[in-house]
Nanobody, 123 residues
Framework: VQLQASGGGLVQAGGSLRLSCVAS????????MGWFRQVPGKERDFVAG????????SYEDSVKGRFTISRDNAKNTVYLQMNSLKPEDTAIYFC?????????????????WGRGTQVTVSS
């Protein structure tokens, strides 16, 4: 299974970015997907998760109302639309495939991870 994340970059506070993650090597539509982020020296934290069908989503409290996770099963792609970005959103963002159909807020619930894409928000 391979996951390729893209869309990161440098943006000013208040700006937007859309991350994409293309999956291959597994029947994408059968599994939940998640986005996590990590700052050097800290643990990898849950950002957002989406169920296999896209019918259920979950967000970490600090991104609720600003980030939106979605998926296109026909394209084997999961997205993270990030609006109203803040400097504290600066991190490496990782996508991951769930072990089952429902998302999990713990990294233990995911078995394959992409390499990550850097998001930097300047003040």
């Amino acid at each position: 299974v391979q996951l390729q994340a893209s869309g990161g970059g440098l943006v000013q506070a208040g700006g937007s970015l859309r991350l994409s993650c293309v999956a291959s090597g597994r029947t994408f539509s059968r599994y939940a997907m998640g986005w996590f982020r990590q700052v050097p020296g800290k643990e990898r934290d849950f950002v957002a998760g989406i169920s296999w069908s896209g019918g259920a989503t979950s967000y970490e409290d600090s991104v609720k109302g600003r980030f939106t996770i979605s998926r296109d099963n026909a394209k084997n792609t999961v997205y993270l639309q990030m609006n109203s970005l803040k400097p504290e959103d600066t991190a490496i963002y990782f996508c991951a495939t769930g072990r089952g159909r429902s998302y999990d807020t713990s990294s233990d619930g995911y078995d394959y991870w992409g390499r990550g894409t850097q998001v930097t928000v300047s003040s």
